[in-house]
């Protein structure tokens, strides 16, 4: 538990420093510290892959497997970028108080990892409500923005409204099968399927729904551009990246550990189950993109891209494992860590404008090449990787995602996933026509703080080396992360 009680006790002593340090002082220290807290528990987290055996602590309710562990150091990833590009950003009148912001995104980040390592519904669900709760009061954090006021009460009426759904479907899963475990749940539940089929189908549907709210996938997807846009920047990236991470950890557990193995693949239970996430999948790529097409605000933009990258990332939960298809966990680990980099980089991207030119519109990006060719040239990379294009991290994991799409002949996705990506291109290539075919005639002094720049160009170089050496990163995973043993709770 060290990299849980890591962030614990960093969030305690950064919050009592907040308290004690004068109002005036900058707070910059408590940047650094959070950073440095992150970074030990990401070493624990990476001292504990690839383990003889897998541990099972709290009655087989908490595990730490290499699952939880790809998926904890994601998460730790992500929240180390958002936090270091923060540094020296941040402005008091995007976010009045600074200290809170850099201690809130530790328990929000330790609620994604005791999600991606619970082996039960009540550990699962204490780990959902830290994550949701602190992400709340992040997005309300821009107290005299209306739009952030607007954005953070549809964020926590439509998020309350999706855990009591979630809530609900667990207490279904309960009742029919008397446990919390969710190997104990899948047990028992096969070997009873038929007398309780209905209750079954209703569990499944009310944890779809309240999952596809959290990772914003269509059609539960309308919270997410109102509150892109009223969230601070580094807010936004850390919900697009960090928060929806953990929900698809949680979404590939207990889809998988419930109703994707066992007794159940014997009944028509289960194919409907894959075809419903398949269906949420296509309408997340189909409205995600086409909605994105008539997009003028930046965050809007990247809130329906990221819409449309939930449906991609769904499907290899949708494509069920089989002899000639068992890489669905390394097709979306290596997708999830390319959408990882890509999008914190574009949001380095769009803090830059932001401090610039105080501007939110992709008309922002006007002139970007002549004003910042550094930056425009990172920028293009990242975009070249969002659209999917050759020799970037987004294209291979796409490309994975179908390959695997086509082995399950699912040949209507990977139909959905080809035409989506194309349509993306348009207002994808709008960023790089305003940056290289556009002038500015206020002409604005692009201003790249240090941290930013160097999140830019790392989340850049990396996505461009993703897509050089994506067997590097797949063999890795491969190597350390066991189907039977990390995802369906055996041995």
């Not at 006007?366 to 060719?373: E, K």
Request: proline letters at 3%; hydrophobic letters at 55%; a neutral charge.
């Amino acid at each position: 538990m060290a990299p849980e009680l890591t962030l614990v006790i960093a969030a305690v002593v950064l919050s009592l420093l907040d308290l004690l340090l004068p109002k005036q002082t900058n707070r910059t220290l408590l940047g650094w510290l959070s950073l440095v807290s992150i970074i030990v528990s990401g070493l624990f987290v990476v001292s504990y892959l690839n383990p003889v055996e897998t541990k099972q602590l709290l009655n087989l309710s908490y595990r730490i497997d290499d699952f939880g562990n790809i998926i904890k150091l994601v998460l730790l990833t992500g929240a180390g970028f958002v936090t270091f590009m923060s540094i020296g950003s941040l402005k008091k009148d995007e976010i009045p108080h600074i200290g809170e912001f850099y201690y809130l995104l530790l328990p929000a980040t330790l609620g994604g990892m005791i999600m991606a390592s619970s082996g039960d519904l009540i550990t699962l669900f204490v780990g959902l409500e830290l994550l949701s709760i602190t992400s709340y009061i992040l997005v309300a954090m821009r107290k005299k923005d209306l739009r952030s006021n607007e954005g953070a009460f549809k964020y926590i009426v439509l998020g309350g409204i999706s855990s009591a759904i979630i809530l609900y479907g667990m207490s279904f899963l309960y009742g029919i099968s008397g446990s919390t475990n969710i190997s104990e749940i899948n047990t028992v539940i096969g070997q009873n399927a038929e007398a309780i089929l209905p209750f079954i189908y209703l569990s499944f549907f009310l944890l779809l729904a309240g999952f596809s709210f959290k990772i914003a996938a269509a059609p539960f997807h309308m919270w997410a551009p109102d509150v892109y846009q009223g969230a601070a920047t580094p807010v936004t990236a850390f919900l697009a990246v960090v928060s929806k991470a953990a929900a698809f950890a949680v979404m590939f557990r207990i889809l998988y550990g419930v109703f994707g193995i066992g007794q159940l693949m014997e009944l028509p239970v289960h194919k409907d189950v894959l075809l419903s996430l398949m269906v949420v999948a296509a309408l997340a790529m189909v409205l995600g993109n086409f909605i994105a097409l008539r997009q003028t605000n930046l965050k809007r933009l990247l809130a329906y891209s990221g819409i449309a990258n939930s449906g991609y990332l769904l499907v290899p939960i949708a494509t069920q494992f089989s002899m000639v298809h068992f890489s669905n966990f390394s097709e979306f680990a290596f997708y999830l860590i390319a959408y990882l980099f890509m999008n914190i980089g574009i949001f380095a991207v769009l803090m830059i404008i932001e401090r610039s030119t105080g501007d939110e519109q992709i008309s922002g990006l006007a002139g970007l090449y002549y004003r910042a060719p550094g930056t425009a040239v990172a920028a293009v990379l990242l975009i070249l990787s969002l659209a999917g294009l050759p020799l970037s991290g987004g294209f291979f994991g796409k490309l994975y995602i179908m390959l695997g799409t086509l082995q399950t002949q699912n040949y209507w996705l990977a139909a959905v996933m080809i035409g989506t990506s194309v349509v993306s291109f348009y207002f994808y290539f709008g960023f790089i026509r305003q940056m290289f075919m556009r002038s500015d005639f206020e002409s604005h002094e692009i201003i790249v703080p240090l941290p930013l720049g160097i999140t830019l160009w790392l989340c850049a170089g990396i996505s461009v080396l993703l897509g050089i050496v994506p067997q590097l990163v797949l063999n890795w995973i491969d190597r350390i992360f066991s189907l039977t043993q990390d995802l369906f709770f055996f041995g």
